[in-house]
Nanobody, 115 residues
Framework: QVQLVESGGGLVQPGGSLRLSCAAS????????MAWYRQAPGKQRELVAA???????NYADSVKGRFTISRDNAKSTVYLQMNILKPGDTAVYYC?????????WGQGTQVTVFS
């Protein structure tokens, strides 16, 4: 079955950095777009960054210049490098694999930016 497993979340001070990883199994990873979403308490889930099978990317305006999405098809893993973190980045971050007819979600990893 399809599984997406996130890792790398944690507690970080403002201005710090984290790198999230999402390891996929059960899909032919290299064929599909991947994305990172986040959901903060009391807010809707929002798209943070996405990457196509060919490596083109797009970002939410709130994270442009600070976050970088990348993928390693040989490892079936997508990454989110997060720099200059702000308290507003605090959320549960979810990995999504986008496949025809829908998508698959990981369980999420908590990122807390707190001094």
């Amino acid at each position: 079955q399809v599984q997406l497993v996130e890792s790398g979340g944690g507690l970080v001070q403002p201005g710090g950095s984290l790198r999230l990883s999402c390891a996929a199994s059960g899909i032919i990873f290299s064929r599909y777009p991947m994305a990172w979403y986040r959901q903060a308490p009391g807010k809707q889930r929002e798209l943070v960054a996405a990457i196509t099978s060919g490596g083109s990317t797009n970002y939410a305006d709130s994270v442009k210049g600070r976050f970088t999405i990348s993928r390693d098809n040989a490892k079936s893993t997508v990454y989110l490098q997060m720099n200059i973190l702000k308290p507003g980045d605090t959320a549960v971050y979810y990995c999504k694999g986008i496949v025809p007819g829908g998508g698959y979600w990981g369980q999420g990893t908590q990122v807390t930016v707190f001094s």
